[in-house]
């Protein structure tokens, strides 16, 4: 039977990259988004047919995160991959923030991430599967009053959190943690800034390698730049 796989915020970026990527190797794949729309016009782009399921919904809310769950188990019978990609940053530093944003950002990048391992883990025990959680260099190397920074801390806090309460059960756990990816994150500040960068695609590869690990093998961290970004 195909792999079925969960990712969450794939409408769009690394998301949409990471499902078209597991779609030409036949997984059956579901990805979430809070904007039906999106998600629409990613399926349309595709040819997968029943292999892919779209489904709208907010990952920092609890009863969609449990209604994506049980939604893609119904559907594939199964869960071997979860990719917690949701998430989104605010234009300007901390003291530019409304507290309304940024606790949507912080329940979005935080709470978000938490919900969805809470939700799939036990359905991973029954595969041995794998959670990859996507960070940013950001959540390391921190930039004054960057309250991203800080719910991408939390985040590689998560990861490391849950790979100690998995690894007896078998599921393996990979923090990805990009530098300056060229996505549609960047559009709520301008546009991507110029530089280097790396592709939505670059990213997608990387969580191929971590998915693709041989049983017993678990890549636990993987922090990437594009050459020639210092920061």
Aim: glycine share 10%; net charge neutral; hydrophobic share 40%.
């Amino acid at each position: 039977m195909n792999n079925a796989t969960l990712i969450t915020g794939g409408s769009t970026g690394i998301g949409a990259a990471t499902a078209q990527r597991l779609l030409k190797r036949g997984h059956r794949v579901a990805i979430t988004g809070r904007d039906p729309e999106k998600l629409v016009a990613f399926a349309n782009r595709q040819a997968s047919g029943a292999d892919l399921m779209t489904l709208p919904g907010d990952t920092s809310d609890p009863a969609d995160v449990q209604a994506a769950v049980t939604t893609t188990i119904q559907a594939f019978g199964r869960l071997d991959n979860v990719i917690i990609n949701a998430g989104f940053s605010l234009p300007g530093a901390l003291t530019d923030h409304t507290p309304e944003a940024m606790r949507a950002m912080v329940l979005t990048n935080v709470l978000g991430p938490a919900l969805v391992v809470r939700a799939t883990v036990p359905h991973l025990k029954d595969t041995r599967g794998r959670i990859v959680i996507i960070g940013s260099v950001a959540g390391v190397k921190h930039t004054p009053g960057n309250l991203y920074s800080v719910t991408k801390w939390a985040a590689h806090a998560l990861a490391e959190n849950t790979r100690m309460a998995v690894t007896g059960d078998g599921i393996g756990v990979t923090l990805i943690a990009p530098g300056k990816v060229d996505t549609p994150f960047w559009d709520s500040r301008g546009g991507t800034p110029p530089g280097p960068a790396m592709t939505a695609e670059n990213i997608a590869d990387s969580i191929l390698f971590a998915l693709d690990q041989p049983e017993g093998m678990d890549i636990n961290h993987i922090q990437m730049r594009p050459i020639g970004q210092t920061n």
